[in-house]
């Protein structure tokens, strides 16, 4: 039996396969795919296989493929995430890409009017039709960053306002020489347990692909230190089929310095073990020590020469795994070494407790990092208060210049420690398997759940976004209200934008359709000084005035070009009539049996209202009836 056959099942069916087995129905879809999968697989009786083979729908084999419309054929009606891959298991996530209404006044598309050449299958915001435009299908599935931003966009069109924030309860203050994983030198998607010592990755289940860092509070420069960390247990136990996680899992751990990368390993002066029996500094991996599984005890050390040389090696459940990496007096040059944590599905743990003894006892004359004296650990980062925070809100068009003005910004300005919030910035996260297509799709799902998750946690931040849409701003700043909220503006001239958009192309290889980035033109909007929204405007290179100017010329333009937006008939509502209170009632409501002498046929009588005209509307309905059921009458 396949992972894929299981998938195709639904809730309801999933639920009762479940029931029948024994096991627990209760979670979403992914648990109930992840536990009939795990029974399948572990040996279950001859009887329970076979009663997950006859739920499996017959005559359905691979998923069927995703066919591009010819011009003589009727555009099919599919949900275009679910056409393109199927990445988030917990939530079903309907295609309401970039397809854009014509606003008031807008000059009306005739049916034959002008389409560009080479444009790209899109995806209606109406109804999730895929619109026929005679792309083929490797360009289809090449979207792009700014297709798959503008489809979160577009939900914040019906979605709510935020709640203002609420005025928490003061948390209990830390003590700045207690020494645990630090909620402020992490990934926003890491989530680090309620004593400090544990944590995972936050969005494990929908976004696996996901790498999450944090670093320790507190690091050393001098002496012979070390820390153990603990493989907890595998947060992903399904395997997928179509290789979409190549590796289920991963683990690093080591010393990086406070300013470099959050990933593990990526930077110069990062030094990780790999648990895949590796060791990885500046992006690059050799072979070492031997790969990790769960209830691995991996203790990292650190031995500090007098002349300022350092010598880094590890331990795998008290073994000696060899030096891994050795620097020169020259490499640090003082810097504290912080300890640092980077992982993929897994959960876990670090022995930070100073009473409790260690998992492994330690080379002789190494201390843990926890039993140093205060003064000998330095503290790597201090908690941001909320009303010291800022937020800097991205707003222009694919292209035009904005990540490069945020890290402009970020290196101007180290002392805040920004944290970038873009699409690209969690691609980097992403450092092995699925499509770039699929983790595109991944990024900006999760990037929707990130910003609301920085919201709650104080700190500096750019959101890295095109931001066209005013719900989509209105709504994001909302989020960040206690927060200085700034909102910068990139709108570059048109020949300069076409440079840059030519210049992004041939360095990323990325190809926007034309298609959708017509309609980002049509719904775009510039914003405006609004004091309850923001603190400060700021238009970075072309001033307001002569920027709204521009925008007003590409929407005229976009709407000559784009195809005219048709929308489904409407089916008429069938409301029910209320009935005439001052009518004759329905013959079949008056079949009163209680009534004496009312089915005798010798008896004349009848209700009385029966043999009234129909002018006569002012009979009195409201007789009061005895108990038992003859009319009384006064």
């Known amino acids: 039996m396949k992972l894929a056959d299981i998938k195709k099942l639904k809730v309801a069916e999933l639920r009762s396969k479940l ?81 854009t209404e014509l606003e008031p006044g807008s000059p009306a598309v005739s049916p034959g009017s002008e389409r560009l050449p080479g444009s790209e299958t899109v995806c209606q915001a109406e109804g999730g039709q895929l619109e026929p435009t005679g792309g083929p299908l490797s360009e289809e599935m090449g979207r792009g960053r700014a297709f798959y931003e503008f489809k979160e966009e577009i939900r914040y069109k019906r979605s709510k306002s935020p709640q203002p924030p609420q005025d928490k309860e003061e948390e209990e203050e830390w003590d700045e020489d207690k020494v645990r994983l630090d909620p402020y030198g ?17 969005y494990w289940d929908r976004f696996p692909l996901l790498w999450s860092g944090c670093r320790l509070t507190h690091g050393v420069r001098q002496g012979r230190v070390g820390f153990e960390v603990r493989l907890e247990r595998k947060l992903l136990t399904v395997e997928s089929e179509d290789q979409e996680v190549k590796d ?36 690059s991996t050799e072979e070492y020590g031997e790969p990790l599984s769960e209830g691995d005890i991996i203790g990292c050390y ?92 991205m707003v222009g068009l694919p292209g035009s210049g904005k990540s490069f003005w945020a890290r402009t910004h970020m290196k101007q300005y180290p002392e805040k420690k920004y944290r970038l919030l873009g699409t690209e910035d969690l691609l980097t996260c992403m450092l092995s398997g699925g499509q770039r297509d699929s983790r595109l799709q991944q990024a900006s799902h999760c990037l929707t759940d990130l910003i609301k998750a920085a919201a709650e946690t104080p700190g500096n ?125 329905p013959s079949n409501r008056m079949q009163w049996t209680a009534v004496p002498g009312w089915a005798d046929p010798r008896s004349n009588m009848q209700p009385r209202h029966w043999n009234l005209p129909y002018q006569q509307q002012n009979y009195d309905y409201n007789r009061s009836f005895a108990s038992s059921g003859s009319q009384s009458y006064s």
């Open 461 to 585: 931040y750019i959101l890295d976004q095109c931001n066209v849409l005013f719900s989509a701003r209105r709504h994001k700043l909302q989020l960040f209200a206690g927060f200085r909220r700034r909102v910068v503006v990139v709108f570059p001239s048109t020949d300069e934008w076409k440079r840059r958009l030519s210049q992004r192309r041939m360095s990323d290889g990325e190809h926007i359709p034309e298609t959708a980035l017509l309609k980002l033109q049509v719904s775009c909007s510039l914003p405006e000084p609004q004091p309850e929204l923001m603190e400060e405007l700021e238009y970075a290179e072309l001033p307001q005035e002569q920027a709204q100017i521009l925008l007003t010329e590409y929407k005229e333009e976009a709407h000559r070009l784009l195809p005219p937006v048709i929308k489904p008939d409407k089916k008429p509502r069938w409301c029910k009539k209320r009935r005439h209170l001052l009518g004759p009632p």
């Open 186 to 202: 992490c990934h926003l998607h890491f989530e680090v347990g309620s004593d400090g010592s544990c944590g995972q990755p936050r």
């Open 19 to 99: 029931t029948e087995l024994g096991l627990d129905s209760r979670g979403l879809k992914a648990e109930l795919v992840d536990r009939l999968w795990s029974a399948s697989q572990s040996g279950q009786s001859p009887e329970h296989v076979e009663l997950l083979e006859d739920s499996l729908p017959s005559g359905r084999t691979e998923p069927a493929e995703v066919q591009v419309p010819t011009e003589s054929s009727s555009p099919p009606v599919v949900e275009c995430a679910a056409a393109l891959c199927e990445v988030d298991r917990s939530r079903a996530y309907t295609d309401t890409a970039t397809q």
């Open 302 to 393: 650190a031995s500090f020469s007098t002349d300022g040389a350092v010598e880094l090696f590890f331990h795998k459940n008290s073994r000696f795994l060899g030096r891994a990496f050795y620097l020169s007096p020259s490499v640090l040059r003082g810097r504290v070494l912080v300890p640092h944590v980077l992982c993929k599905n897994c959960s876990v743990r670090l022995l930070l407790d100073p009473v409790t003894p260690q998992w492994y006892p330690g080379p002789p004359g190494f201390t843990p990092l926890t039993a140093l004296p205060a003064g000998q650990r330095v503290r790597a980062t201090s908690a941001p208060s909320r009303a010291q925070c800022e937020v800097v809100m």
């Open 248 to 283: 289920s899992y991963g683990l690093r751990v080591g010393w990086s310095v406070g300013n470099s990368s959050l990933l593990l390993g990526e930077d110069e002066l990062s030094y990780a073990y790999d648990g895949c029996g590796q060791k990885v500094s500046g992006g």
